[in-house]
């Protein structure tokens, strides 16, 4: 499936979605300057934006993964969360941000929100590329923005259609959903 098949169109350039992420990347080197953080990104969508914003940052930083599940091939949240890959770091009285590509409903990141803060960090926080607020079925504390979003299917920057599109370095959203 190509791109223009679907109708889409570009959202956010590549200069755009740089200026957001060296915005979070300047937050957050302010408010960790002289501590470590540990990154824990969301696979796979966040992979792109986790890559960029560590290359901004100032402070010692590690990165981790987990991979979760709440859309299968769908559009829109199953509402169910599924655990598929665990973080390795011991985060304990460690500084932790999650870093998410997108959040909607925040239902995912509620799941991993908690999870998280089970393991009593000395910190937890949340950075988020995008942010659809207006989805927002859950409360979930983002601290660090780089986007409000309108209720919009978006592609590209690690953001997928059926597992594709990821590779794009705009964002686009689709013009006439079906």
Do not use: W
């Not at 990104?41 to 914003?53: E, H, M, Y």
């Not at 500084?95 to 009593?120: N, Q, W």
């Not at 960090?121 to 409000?148: C, F, H, M, Q």
Request: with cysteine.
């Amino acid at each position: 499936m190509a791109l223009d098949e679907k109708n889409f169109t570009r959202y956010l350039n590549r200069h755009e979605i740089d200026a957001a992420v060296q915005s979070i990347a300047n937050r957050i080197n302010a408010d960790y300057k002289g501590k470590q953080v540990i990154l824990v990104a969301v696979l796979k969508g966040a992979i792109v934006f986790v890559s960029d914003l560590i290359r901004h940052l100032k402070v010692d930083a590690e990165v981790d993964f987990v991979r979760l599940s709440s859309y299968g091939k769908a559009r829109t949240s199953s509402g169910t969360v599924t655990l598929i890959k665990d973080i390795q770091i011991d985060i304990r009285d460690k500084h932790v941000i999650i870093v998410e590509e997108i959040i909607d409903s925040g239902r995912t990141l509620k799941f991993l929100y908690e999870r998280l803060k089970s393991a009593t960090p000395a910190s937890l926080e949340i950075a988020t590329l995008l942010d659809k607020a207006s989805k927002r079925v859950v409360d979930v504390p983002v601290k660090y923005i780089g986007r409000n979003i309108d209720d919009q299917f978006l592609v590209g920057y690690g953001l997928d259609l059926e597992e594709r599109c990821r590779n794009l370095a705009d964002i686009f959203y689709l013009k006439y959903p079906n």
